[in-house]
């Protein structure tokens, strides 16, 4: 599995964006797709996944109510929906895959994207 982040870019505070991870091969199936971010000077963190088989979803709770993971299999997409972001939510975003049951722990996701920056202006 090849994952391919995009969407990043500068929004306000309180301001919403939309990020999407593509595979290039083949479709997620039943893989469990993540976000996972990582802000300058502090180490990477979990933010959501998916489960593709079933769609169970799981949250960070820093993020819970404020961003949406969700997707679409026909274009082999997981999306990140951002809401009412906050400077905090700076960083790096990257997506990942793994064949487990969604988990936070980011040495069970055994396929990696490259990140796209997100920055929020406060």
């Known amino acids: 599995v090849q994952l391919q982040a995009s969407g990043g870019g500068l929004v306000q505070a309180g301001g919403s964006l939309r990020v999407s991870c593509v595979s290039s091969g083949r479709t997620f199936g039943r893989y469990t797709v993540g976000w996972f971010r990582q802000a300058p000077g502090k180490e990477r963190e979990f933010v959501a996944a998916?489960?593709?088989?079933?769609?169970?979803?799981i949250y960070a709770d820093s993020v819970k109510g404020r961003l949406t993971v969700s997707g679409d299999n026909a274009k082999k997409t997981v999306y990140l929906q951002m809401n009412s972001l906050k400077p905090e939510d700076t960083a790096v975003y990257y997506c990942?895959?793994?064949?487990?049951?969604?988990?936070?722990?980011?040495?069970?996701?055994?396929?990696w994207g490259q990140g796209t920056l997100v920055t929020v202006s406060s």
């Open positions: 998916i489960a593709w088989s079933g769609g169970a979803t």
């Open positions: 990942a895959a793994t064949y487990r049951l969604p988990t936070v722990a980011a040495n069970h996701y055994d396929y």
